[in-house]
């Protein structure tokens, strides 16, 4: 079955070591966004690749960093977590274009900061 | 900039009754679409169903319907026949036609009890 997914599905770190998660799809989707989701809050958009074009946010802290090596896949860097970046972060995507675009998520990953 | 807005935090329900989701929006655009996505305990965000805000007609998935009021920028969801399964998180989502940036409502956590 076509899907997102995301590894690991739990990550644990350490203050300020660095970690990556990564997002991998079937679906050829043109777009993958991460997003940040704290406890009991929506989803908040860190940035997202269209095609190979990178999308920040405003208010993303420069913490966060994302690559796309190929259409498949993607990854987040987080270059020196804080207890703050405690959270799940979740992968989705979705095809640009025409009149269909919906967004579809991977399972997450819960990163915890020690 | 749009907003959406789920003025129910928490809303509960019996088994096999039928529970109607709250979702008010606000936006200057006319092209859009609109989402519910469910997020249960296992914390993946499933989409529900998808509304095109070109067409009229109300979108259904089995026993998850919406009540589409353009003018109003209300977007309910309407759940019938309620299983155990249907606890979770609700979102209720907004995307401009184009973009790609779903805009999230703050959510309603539904109990469906037995």
């Known amino acids: 079955d076509a899907m997102v997914i995301q590894n690991p599905r739990y990550q644990v770190t350490q203050f300020g070591k660095p970690v990556t998660l990564s997002c991998s799809q079937t679906l050829n989707h043109n777009v993958m966004y991460w997003y940040q989701q704290k406890s009991s809050q929506a989803p908040k958009l860190l940035f997202h690749y269209y095609d190979k074009d990178f999308n920040n946010e405003a208010d993303t802290p420069d913490n966060f960093q994302s690559r796309r090596p190929n259409t498949s896949f993607c990854f987040l860097d987080i270059r020196s977590p804080g207890l703050g970046d405690a959270a799940m972060y979740l992968c989705?995507?979705?095809?640009?274009?025409?009149?269909?675009?919906?967004?579809?998520f991977g399972p997450g990953t819960r990163l915890l900061v020690l | 900039a749009q907003t959406v807005t789920q003025s129910q935090p928490e809303m509960s329900v019996q088994e096999a009754e039928t529970v109607t989701l709250s979702c008010t929006y606000d936006t200057s655009e006319n092209n859009y679409y609109l989402f519910w996505y469910k997020q249960p305990p296992s914390r993946q965000m499933i989409l529900v169903i998808r509304q095109e805000a070109y067409k009229q007609q109300n979108a259904t998935e089995n026993r998850f319907s919406v009540n589409f009021q353009k003018a109003a920028k209300s977007f309910s969801l309407k759940i019938s026949d309620s299983q155990l399964g249907d606890t979770a998180m609700y979102f209720c989502?907004?995307?401009?036609?184009?973009?790609?940036?779903?805009?999230f409502g703050a959510g309603t956590i539904l109990r469906v009890k037995s």
């Open positions: 989502a907004f995307m401009k036609h184009g973009v790609g940036k779903l805009v």
């Open positions: 989705a995507t979705s095809r640009r274009g025409g009149q269909q675009e919906t967004q579809y």
